[in-house]
């Protein structure tokens, strides 16, 4: 692996939307980045913190990689998003 990861933005599918077309959240991180630390500093089974859970992409991704995960919100409203989005996609 690379010291310097190029990635684009978060768009398409990926990006969640509002019924507006709007993004939900201003700093969703791509899965791509996350799958690549989650899985260099982990291991299935593992536990993962995630302090600034957001829109929840850093847990999404921990449940595909059979990791188990804790994700700490404050704001009501990007936590009912998240918690959308992890119960969506099983």
Not at 42 to 59: H, V
Request: proline share 3%.
């Amino acid at each position: 692996m690379r010291d310097f990861w190029q990635m684009s933005l978060v768009q398409g599918k990926e990006c969640i939307r509002n019924s507006d077309g709007k993004a939900l959240h201003p700093t969703q991180k791509l899965e791509e980045i996350l799958k690549r630390i989650i899985l260099a500093s982990s291991n299935e089974g593992d536990i993962a913190l995630d302090p600034f859970f957001g829109s929840g992409t850093a847990d999404y991704v921990t449940k595909i990689y059979n990791r188990r995960w804790v994700g700490i919100k404050k704001d009501k409203n990007y936590l009912k998003m998240s918690k959308n989005r992890l119960c969506a996609n099983p």
